[in-house]
């Protein structure tokens, strides 16, 4: 069965300071890897996807997340956060098979500060 | 606007009652899952279908049903409802694997 963690459920950086989340996950077949961001009374956006092509994976708002198979990682990172990035962030993962179901992690909600 | 229409957006009913929760997929996508999220269980799968039928099912309760129409629009029936099925409700459509999902901005269902 595949998974996904997310470790921390809160992260707080200052704004231009590095943004890193961290998702690990589980999966018996190669993975499909995703990014969701949610603000507040909004549905999920996709942020980036991992489909087996390249490993490290260039997103939209300047998010980039990198796949580590013999981590079995995907943390999404930001060079510089700025306070418009103050959002959920979940990480999901589906495979072949399984009807392209994601499974999503639990999220993790960052806070920037001036 | 994600092209993923969810109505209505704010929904407020009786314990014990049904209601009916509606949703348009994105043109072209076959695909349409359902998903509860809640402060206590996260975003939980509920089902999918594809194209009229159902594909996979996950912690969907039997007070709930879905189907997808001939014109790829679903629904979500939740049925006898109790206060813990307040939550955000989220329709997503996708075009097949590897794609992701487009989702729409959700049902907000209060149960008082």
């Known amino acids: 069965a595949q998974s996904v963690t997310q470790l921390g459920s809160h992260v707080s950086v200052s704004e231009g300071a590095l943004v890193l989340l961290r998702c690990n996950y589980s999966s018996s077949v190669p993975p499909y890897l995703f990014w969701y961001v949610q603000y507040p009374n909004q549905g999920l956006q996709l942020l980036l996807k991992y489909t087996s092509a390249a490993t490290l994976v260039k997103g939209i708002n300047g998010f980039e997340a990198e796949f580590k198979k013999s981590e079995t990682s995907f943390h999404l990172t930001k060079p510089s956060a700025h306070m418009s990035d103050a959002a959920e962030y979940f990480c999901a993962v589906s495979g072949p098979g399984g009807y392209n179901k994601l499974i999503f992690g639990a999220g993790t909600r960052l806070a920037v500060h001036p | 606007d994600s092209g993923v229409t969810q109505t209505p957006k704010h929904l407020i009913t009786a314990t014990g009652q049904r209601v009916t929760l509606r949703c348009s997929p994105r043109?072209?996508?076959?695909?349409v899952y359902w998903y509860q999220q809640s402060l206590d269980q996260g975003l939980q799968f509920l089902i999918q279908?594809?194209?009229?039928?159902?594909?996979a099912k996950g912690n969907i309760l039997e007070r709930f049903s879905a189907q997808q129409f001939p014109d790829l629009h679903s629904e979500l029936n939740l049925s006898s409802l109790e206060l813990g099925d307040s939550a955000l409700y989220f329709c997503?459509?996708?075009?097949?694997?590897?794609?992701?999902?487009?989702f729409g901005s959700g049902t907000r269902l209060t149960v008082v």
């Open positions: 279908y594809y194209n009229g039928e159902e594909r």
């Open positions: 043109s072209g996508d076959l695909s």
């Open positions: 997503a459509s996708s075009p097949g694997q590897g794609y992701g999902y487009t």
